[in-house]
C-alpha cells in the first residue's frame, strides 16, 4: 500500500500537466532574470509533452541548478529547480517529488530554447 501511494504522488505532477490545466511557465536564469514564457496554445502542447515523459527519481546526482521554472497551474503550480543536464525538482524542503527528462536535447529546447 505505502508504494502504491508513493507511486501515485510522484507521478500526480505528470497527470496534472497531461489533464491540460497548465496556464503559464516561466523560465528564469540563475540571475532570476525571466528568458522564456510559454504561454500559447501551441507552445503548452509541446511543454506538457516533455513534462509528461519525465521519469520520477529518488537521488538528484546533480544539484547545480541553471534555472528556474515557475509554472502557474491549479495543482502543480509554484517553482521547479533545472538543471539543463535534465534533472528538476519541486522547489521545497525536500526538493520532492524529483525527476530526470526523459530527452534532454528536446526538453531544453522546448523549455529553454537551447
Known sequence: MRNTVKIIILLF???AIASGEM???KILNNEFSVIKVISS????ELAKKEWGQLIPI???PNTNWTHKIDITSKSIGGRWLYNKQG???KLNKQLKPM???NNVK???KVYLGL
Open 99 to 101: 525527476y530526470k527528462t
Open 41 to 44: 496554445t501551441k507552445e503548452l
Open 23 to 25: 496556464q503559464q511557465i
Open 13 to 15: 505532477p505528470l497527470a
Open 106 to 108: 528536446s526538453f531544453n
Open 87 to 89: 534533472y528538476l525538482a
Open 58 to 60: 529518488n537521488k538528484l
